[in-house]
């Protein structure tokens, strides 16, 4: 698969420089329906038919280009060339100014900087560290599935899907128990950060949220520097090779983008995969009846419902792609749904089958920024079909409420999963 490595292992480099017959060529743009618009968010596998899916296009409203066929997907993420940080390509105040507000965090950073925080970060995000959590993930998952246990039909979203991410996360940090409910509360406000269709008073307090998730952590940091624990937030403080270790401000940025990184697309890898199972039924018998295929199962519905829809570049020289021209300082967008439905790398691209030989997802990006969180996301995500699985083996669709898709466009999950038991 192509995400399990990062590009720091010699991968090519991938790029091309404009040609003077690509700089000639004029942006093979559409216009109506947009990847930006609520339709998007509702069904981006509609959208994807209306473009053309074999090529790189300009969408109008976003004012960039948006690369979908998996090989283009690759070669764009793979690329040193596109940057993460909008100021290495655009030297003004407005990169500027979102340069410093997305802070220390590696996702928004590039290489040689990234490396090193991503270095020092992985040093305390461990393997063992995520592997050592599977008893916990299954008595959370057993203990939310026994609250509902009296109810013949609940909301897989509220019930379990969102409080197992959360507590999971919170737990590896080392959030006290006591501390618990303020900080899924941050956290649900957090993950609100995505929707287009905030109100102001919300966006105030999404900010308002923030701010106070990021005392709190400050506050955590000074606790575990003074007193030790053996949890994740201590590691993350201690970490350190021969020369160096995270700043404050890296410390915090890590703590917080662990926690926004994390906490959505876990839930929502749960939600659209028990959505895709109750979809097709005779998966979801062949994997009731089979536990075995339950890794490939969660890298099929990886592929076939991305909790990510899309990640973004600049181009930081005039470059092109699959011979389109891309100007130094545009933006182009990596359409990972696309790419996961792009026939020229899957067989039968838009059928959900968890038998499926080689998934060749790019859900977790690919290259050097590839998702330092996939072993959790992973492990969180079999975890809990497996206990479903157990706890309601004859699973439903509550006819009487149809499931509810969320309007957060690059974010792709549900709201509301009506199941019956
Ligand atoms: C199903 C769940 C998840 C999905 C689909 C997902 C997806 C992604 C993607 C697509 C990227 C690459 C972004 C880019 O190249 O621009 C990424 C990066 C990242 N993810 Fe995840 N993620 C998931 C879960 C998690 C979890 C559980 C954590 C941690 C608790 C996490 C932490 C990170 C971090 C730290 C990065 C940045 C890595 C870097 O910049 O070097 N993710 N993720």
């Known amino acids: 698969m192509h995400g399990d490595s990062d590009g720091d292992s010699g991968a090519p480099l991938g790029g091309h420089e404009q040609t003077p017959a690509t700089r000639q060529r004029t942006k093979p743009s559409r216009?109506?329906?947009?990847?930006?618009?609520?339709?998007?968010?509702?069904?981006?596998?509609?959208?994807?038919?209306?473009?053309?899916?074999?090529?790189?296009?300009?969408?109008?409203?976003?004012?960039?280009?948006?690369?979908?066929?998996?090989?283009?997907?690759?070669?764009?993420?793979?690329?040193?060339?596109?940057?993460?940080?909008?100021?290495?390509?655009?030297?003004?105040?407005?990169?500027?100014?979102?340069?410093?507000?997305?802070?220390?965090?590696?996702?928004?950073?590039?290489?040689?900087?990234?490396?090193?925080?991503?270095?020092?970060?992985?040093?305390?995000?461990?393997?063992?560290?995520?592997?050592?959590?599977?008893?916990?993930?299954?008595?959370?998952a057993a203990a939310l599935l026994d609250a509902v246990a009296g109810q013949i039909s609940f909301d897989v979203m509220a019930a379990y899907a969102v409080p197992l991410s959360i507590i999971v996360?919170?737990?590896?940090?080392?959030?006290?128990?006591?501390?618990?409910?303020?900080?899924?509360?941050?956290?649900?406000?957090?993950?609100?950060?995505?929707?287009?269709?905030?109100?102001?008073?919300?966006?105030?307090?999404?900010?308002?949220?923030?701010?106070?998730?990021?005392?709190?952590?400050?506050?955590?940091?000074?606790?575990?520097?003074a007193d030790p624990h053996d949890d994740l937030i201590t590691a993350l403080v201690r970490a350190h090779d021969e020369?160096?270790?995270?700043?404050?401000?890296e410390l915090v940025s890590t703590l917080v983008m662990l926690l926004v990184a994390g906490n959505l697309t876990t839930t929502d890898l749960i939600g659209n995969g028990v959505l895709a199972l109750l979809e097709h039924p005779d998966q979801f018998d062949l994997l009731r009846r089979d536990r075995s295929l339950l890794p490939n199962a969660v890298e099929e519905i990886l592929r076939y419902d991305s909790p990510v829809t899309t990640t973004d570049r600049i181009a930081t020289k005039d470059l092109e792609i699959a011979g389109c021209p891309i100007r130094k300082g545009e933006w182009v967008w990596a359409a990972l749904?696309?790419?996961?439905?792009?026939?020229?790398?899957?067989?039968?691209?838009?059928?959900?089958?968890?038998?499926?030989?080689?998934?060749?997802?790019?859900?977790?990006?690919?290259?050097?920024?590839?998702?330092?969180?996939?072993?959790?996301?992973?492990?969180?995500?079999?975890?809990?079909?497996d206990v479903l699985l157990d706890r309601c083996p004859t699973l439903s669709l509550d006819p009487a409420s149809p499931p509810k898709r969320r309007s957060t466009p690059a974010f792709r999950g549900l709201a509301e999963l009506a199941v019956r038991r």
């Open 31 to 140: 216009s109506g329906l947009s990847w930006a618009a609520p339709e998007f968010g509702a069904d981006p596998y509609a959208v994807l038919r209306e473009y053309d899916a074999k090529s790189v296009v300009y969408d109008t409203a976003l004012e960039g280009w948006i690369a979908m066929r998996h090989a283009d997907v690759v070669e764009l993420l793979r690329s040193p060339l596109y940057a993460k940080d909008p100021s290495k390509a655009i030297d003004g105040p407005y990169t500027r100014v979102q340069r410093a507000m997305a802070g220390s965090s590696m996702m928004f950073m590039d290489d040689p900087d990234r490396r090193r925080v991503r270095g020092l970060v992985s040093r305390a995000f461990t393997r063992n560290r995520v592997d050592a959590m599977r008893p916990r993930i299954e008595l959370t």
């Open 169 to 225: 996360i919170a737990t590896m940090l080392g959030v006290d128990d006591s501390d618990r409910d303020q900080f899924k509360e941050w956290s649900e406000d957090l993950a609100l950060e995505y929707d287009p269709s905030l109100s102001a008073d919300m966006r105030d307090r999404v900010a308002r949220s923030r701010n106070e998730l990021v005392m709190y952590f400050i506050q955590a940091i000074e606790e575990r520097t």
């Open 243 to 249: 020369r160096d270790q995270l700043s404050l401000e």
């Open 337 to 385: 749904v696309a790419a996961n439905r792009d026939p020229a790398a899957h067989s039968d691209p838009d059928r959900f089958d968890i038998t499926r030989k080689r998934v060749d997802h790019v859900s977790f990006g690919v290259g050097s920024h590839f998702c330092l969180g996939a072993p959790l996301a992973r492990l969180e995500a079999q975890v809990a079909i």
